[in-house]
Nanobody, 117 residues
């Protein structure tokens, strides 16, 4: 089992920057890929960015060049640095972790980011 807790959500002006954090606990040594997903009202949850245990990253086209995902395996934390925020980035942001051994997937409770025009 893995528990994920996100923090850092809030209200940001368009063009500004913001940073989200996710702390993992539990079976942390089994965590392989971690990622950030988001869900806006009335829309499906979508991938924002993922990062493997080795540091390989993948980004949605909509955030490439603006968002940066990072991870500290020693501290079991993951972050999402968001720059040049747009109103369309407004969503609940979720942390996700996948285990390499059991193939289980765990989600955090989400943190709201609202970007005002």
């Amino acid at each position: 089992q893995v528990q994920l807790v996100e923090s850092g959500g809030g209200l940001v002006q368009a063009g500004g920057s913001h940073r989200l954090s996710c702390v993992a606990s539990g079976s942390i040594f089994s965590i392989n890929t971690m990622g950030w997903y988001r869900q806006a009202p009335g829309k499906q949850r979508e991938l924002v960015a993922t990062i493997t245990r080795g540091g390989n990253t993948n980004y949605a086209d909509s955030v490439k060049g603006r968002f940066t995902i990072s991870r500290d395996n020693a501290k079991s934390t993951m972050a999402l640095q968001m720059n040049s925020l747009k109103p369309e980035d407004t969503a609940a942001y979720y942390c996700k972790a996948g285990l390499w051994d059991t193939r289980q997937v765990f989600w955090g409770q989400g943190t709201q980011v609202t970007v005002s025009a």
